[in-house]
């Protein structure tokens, strides 16, 4: 038993510092003047709307832009997760 609670301790810690590797990535997407910034923890830490788009752009462009950005951090943690080694008992 006291196995298993260190093995979720050590993967609770693995987790941690995995959140606070990815704190400091981030990733931007771009497209028909929308412009999304988003860190490794996948908060959007900036959002630019160029002058004079349309709202119908603004409602088709905007989940495109976000699906974007997050399929970069997506991608960003994989490989950080990859280069780290993977999560024990995941490999």
Same mark, same amino acid.
């Given at each position: ?5 260190? /093995?979720? $301790?050590?993967?609770?810690? $693995?987790? &941690?510092?995995?959140? *606070? ?13 929308? &412009?999304? !910034?988003?860190?490794? *923890?996948? *908060?959007? !830490?900036?959002? !630019? ?5 349309? $709202?119908? !752009? ?12 997050? &399929?970069?951090? /997506?991608?960003?943690?994989?490989? &950080? ?9 995941? *490999?």
């Amino acid at each position: 038993m006291f196995s298993k609670l260190k /093995q979720i $301790r050590d993967l609770r810690s $693995r987790a &941690k510092q995995m959140q *606070n590797l990815l704190s400091g990535e981030s990733a931007t997407a771009e497209r028909s003047g929308i &412009k999304i !910034t988003m860190d490794g *923890n996948m *908060n959007i !830490t900036a959002l !630019t709307i160029a002058e004079g788009v349309p $709202r119908e !752009t603004l409602e088709r462009e905007l989940p495109r832009v976000i699906n974007e950005v997050i &399929k970069d951090i /997506q991608r960003i943690m994989a490989r &950080k997760m990859q280069e780290s080694g993977g999560i024990p008992g995941f *490999n």
